[in-house]
């Protein structure tokens, strides 16, 4: 027989969570993303009927809840055709810093 493991379970990230995750460092590097809207409503969607099974009675559309998640983080977005973009508002993009480096600095 096999021993039971004592380490406890580690909890997987929800594939809403996983999105938002992977959006935060782009939106640091240039203020806004677009990317298609499908997975993030599929997983809104996940979400959602999660939730109504663990007893919550959520009433809310997928979009409606993948906008409080992005409102709580303090993002802006839109809505375009089958895109979502969005923005992270008051980000200016950095000015560009030129620096000198002499010729054989480096070498050895």
């Not at 099974?53 to 809310?60: F, N, P, R, T």
């Not at 409102?71 to 089958?82: H, L, P, S």
Request: glycine residues 6%; positive net charge.
């Amino acid at each position: 027989m096999r021993s039971r493991s004592k380490r406890p379970p580690v909890p997987k990230p929800s594939a809403l969570q996983v999105l938002v995750e992977v959006a935060m460092p782009v939106l640091a590097a240039h203020g806004e993303q677009r990317s298609p809207a499908a997975p993030c409503i599929a997983a809104a969607t996940l979400s959602i009927k999660i939730a109504q099974e663990c007893g919550w009675s959520l009433q809310d559309t997928p979009e409606s809840y993948l906008e409080a998640i992005l409102a709580y983080r303090g993002w802006t977005w839109r809505w375009e055709g089958d895109d979502l973009v969005l923005i992270l508002p008051g980000w200016v993009q950095p000015p560009v810093r030129l620096v000198g480096v002499r010729s054989g600095l480096f070498n050895a």
